[in-house]
C-alpha cells in the first residue's frame, strides 16, 4: 500500500501515468524536451531512466517522432541504450502517432553525468582523456549514422564511475543531415547551448554541419582538464569575442563576414591576445596541439571524430577496428517523412488541446522549481549543472569563471 501511495503521489505531482508496471519514481531533471524520473521496471528489474515528452502541436509531434527515430537507430556501447517507447498508461505506441499526447522514453539509468563530477574540480588527465576517447568513439558512430547531436555539454554525457564507461545521451535536438543531398530547407533552430557553440554557429545558426558537435567535444574536452569552461560569455557577442582571442582566423571568407558582422571588435592585424597554450596554462602540449586541431575558426578545417580518433593523443586508446561505423544511416527522406506528419497531424490539433488541462501538474512543479532558481540567481543565469532545470540564455555566467573546486577528490588532478 505504502508503494502504490508513493506512485500515485509521484504520478500527481509529475504526471507520470505509466500503470503499475514502474515504481520507486524519483526525478532526475530535464532533457533537452522533457522530464526525467528514475524508476524500477518490475518487468525487468531493472533500474531505469524514463523521460516523459508532451505532445502538445505538431512541431512537437514532429521532435519526438525524430528523437524517436534516432534512438531507436542508434545501438551503440557509447550511447544511452533505449530499452523501449511507450504510450500513455505505459502502452504500447499507438498506430496513429498523431493521436498521442504523451510519450515516455524508457532507457538505461547511468550512474552520473560529466556536469556532476566537474563539479568536484578538473579531472585527471587519464580519466579526461579515457573520457575523451569514448566520446569520440560514439560521435563517430553518431556521425556516421548522418545525425548531429547538437547540444552536447557535459550535462548530457553519461557515466557510471565504477566501470568508467561514458555513454552519450539526450538527443531531444538531434537532427538528420544526409550528405548525400545539398537540400538545406530543413536545417533550422541551432540550439547548441552557447558555451559550447562554434563560431559558425554564432555567426550563422541556420546553416552547420557535423563539425558543430566537434567543437563542443573539445570545449568538453578542456573543461575536464581545467575544470572550468573554456569560453563562458555572459552572451552571444561576448562569445564570440572570446572565441576571437584564442582562435585565429585564417580564412579571408571567414575574415571578411566578421568585418560585416562585427568590425568595432576585430582585430586590425587579426593577431589573437591570448594563445590557446597560455589561455590553458596547466594543459600539455600534445593535449593543446589536439584542442587546435579541432577549434577551428572554420568548420572545413576542423577534425572529424574518426580523425581525431588517429591523433595521437588518442593513440593509447586508438583502435579503428574497434570503433564501428552505423551501417544504416539515415537519409534525406527521413527528414521529409517528419514534414508530410506534420501536415497529416494539423487535424489532431483539437486532440492536444483537450489534453492541456492534464498538463497543469508538470508545469506547476516546474514553475515552483523556477520561482526558487530565480531567487538565487535574479537576472543572471547559473552554469545549467548547478541544477537540473533549464535556463535562459540572455545573461550566463559560469560560476568557475573566476574560480573552481579544490576538491581533492579522486578524480581532481
Not at 15 to 25: A, I, N, Q, S
Request: net charge negative; hydrophobic share 40%; charged share 25%.
Amino acid at each position: 500500500l505504502k508503494m502504490a501511495a508513493k506512485r500515485d503521489f509521484m504520478t500527481s505531482i509529475h504526471g507520470f501515468d505509466l500503470g503499475d508496471r514502474f515504481v520507486e519514481l524519483k526525478p532526475l531533471g530535464y532533457g533537452a524536451n522533457g522530464l526525467v524520473l528514475s524508476a524500477v521496471d518490475n518487468q525487468s528489474h531493472r533500474k531505469v531512466a524514463v523521460k516523459k515528452i508532451v505532445i502538445t502541436d505538431t512541431l512537437s509531434v514532429k521532435h519526438t517522432l525524430r528523437e524517436i527515430k534516432i534512438i531507436r537507430r542508434l545501438e551503440h556501447d557509447n550511447v544511452v541504450k533505449v530499452f523501449e517507447v511507450l504510450g500513455p498508461q505505459g502502452h504500447a505506441l499507438s498506430q496513429d502517432f498523431c493521436e498521442l499526447t504523451t510519450v515516455y522514453i524508457v532507457q538505461e539509468h547511468m550512474e552520473t553525468d560529466l556536469s556532476h563530477l566537474l563539479e568536484q574540480g578538473p579531472l585527471s588527465e587519464e580519466h579526461a582523456k579515457l573520457f575523451m576517447y569514448q566520446l569520440l568513439r560514439g560521435l563517430k558512430f553518431i556521425h556516421s549514422a548522418n545525425v548531429l547531436h547538437r547540444d552536447l555539454k557535459p550535462a548530457n554525457i553519461f557515466i557510471n564511475t565504477e566501470d568508467l564507461v561514458l555513454k552519450i545521451g539526450d538527443f531531444g535536438l538531434a537532427r538528420i543531415v544526409d550528405p548525400t543531398t545539398h537540400i538545406k530547407g530543413y536545417l533550422s533552430e541551432g540550439l547548441v547551448t552557447k558555451w559550447y557553440r562554434s563560431p559558425r554557429l554564432l555567426l550563422s545558426p541556420n546553416n552547420y554541419t557535423k563539425a558543430i558537435d566537434m567543437w563542443a567535444t573539445s570545449c568538453i574536452l578542456a573543461e575536464m582538464l581545467t575544470g572550468r569552461m573554456l569560453f563562458a560569455g555572459a552572451h552571444e557577442l561576448e562569445q564570440m569575442q572570446l572565441i576571437l582571442e584564442t582562435i585565429p582566423v585564417i580564412r579571408e571568407e571567414d575574415k571578411q563576414e566578421l568585418l560585416k558582422v562585427m568590425p568595432m571588435y576585430i582585430n586590425s592585424k587579426w593577431e589573437v591576445k591570448k594563445p590557446l597554450k597560455d589561455l590553458l596554462p596547466e594543459v600539455n602540449a600534445e593535449a593543446i596541439d589536439f584542442l587546435e586541431r579541432i577549434l577551428t575558426f572554420n568548420p572545413m578545417d576542423r577534425l572529424t571524430a574518426e580523425e581525431a580518433l588517429m591523433h595521437r593523443y588518442m593513440r593509447q586508446y586508438s583502435c579503428p577496428e574497434d570503433e564501428p561505423i552505423s551501417q544504416h544511416p539515415f537519409r534525406i527522406e527521413d527528414e521529409i517523412d517528419d514534414i508530410l506528419l506534420m501536415e497529416a497531424s494539423q487535424s489532431q490539433i483539437s486532440n492536444w488541446e483537450r489534453y492541456q488541462a492534464s498538463l497543469s501538474s508538470d508545469l506547476d512543479w516546474q514553475q515552483r522549481e523556477r520561482s526558487q532558481e530565480a531567487t538565487m540567481v535574479a537576472e543572471v543565469q547559473r552554469d545549467p549543472r548547478a541544477g537540473s532545470m533549464p535556463i535562459l540564455e540572455e545573461v550566463q555566467v559560469d560560476p568557475r569563471k573566476y574560480s573552481h573546486s579544490s576538491s581533492g577528490d579522486s578524480w581532481s588532478t
